[in-house]
């Protein structure tokens, strides 16, 4: 399985970097038109969000959305090798680059809890129809979000060619509820 999962992360990262800078923002606004439509962004208080990098969906414009729609805007920020924590962001400016080259919140920034969020973007590598992900490798998500509260709804954030038939699935794996790419949103079938 491990192996199936390595393959699969090494062709579809090759993909997402093969893309120019404008393919990447015309995805990400129309992937960021799809979220903001959504009832659970628009009823959602607070969003986590993360800062895109590598080839993801761009990010941006949807954290000075929810910025400019008076939501409280959480982002993670690694805090050793292993965890991410949760902090408010109330300017875009005052992120700066981790030690991975995400941009993140400041150590100063004001904590946060998950349980804060109506709504969580979740970056992958890749996403199927049953809610699966498939991440890095260093299960940084799959810590954050273990014990995600039953009014948290995790949105999966990918390009179209990311959402796959089927994801090889072990038992610490955590499913999305639903995926937005640019072509639209799909409900998963979350068992």
């Known amino acids: 399985m491990r192996a199936d999962k390595e393959r699969l992360r090494t062709a579809l990262k090759a993909r997402r970097l093969a893309l120019t800078p404008r393919e990447l923002q015309v995805a990400g606004d129309a992937a960021a038109r799809f979220v903001t439509q959504l009832p659970e962004w628009k009823q959602a208080k607070t969003v986590c969000l993360y800062a895109s990098f590598g080839g993801e969906l761009p990010t941006d414009a949807l954290m000075m959305l929810a910025l400019l729609e008076g939501k409280r805007l959480l982002l993670p920020r690694v ?25 993140e919140p400041k150590s100063a920034a004001p904590a946060a809890s998950l349980a804060d969020a109506g709504l969580v973007l ?19 998500y799959d810590r954050l ?5 039953r ?27 639903a995926v937005v790419s640019p072509q639209g949103v799909i409900r998963c079938r979350v068992r």
């Open 122 to 140: 979740v970056p992958g590598l890749g996403f199927d129809g049953a809610g699966r992900r498939l991440g890095f490798g260093g299960g940084f």
């Open 151 to 177: 009014k948290t709804f995790l949105l999966g954030h990918a390009h179209a060619f990311q959402l796959v038939p089927r994801l090889p699935e072990e038992p610490h794996d955590i499913k999305v509820k």
């Open 79 to 103: 805090t050793n090798k292993t965890t991410l924590t949760l902090h408010e962001v109330t300017d875009l400016a005052a992120l700066w680059p981790s030690r991975l080259g995400i941009r």
């Open 145 to 149: 979000l273990a014990k995600p509260p």
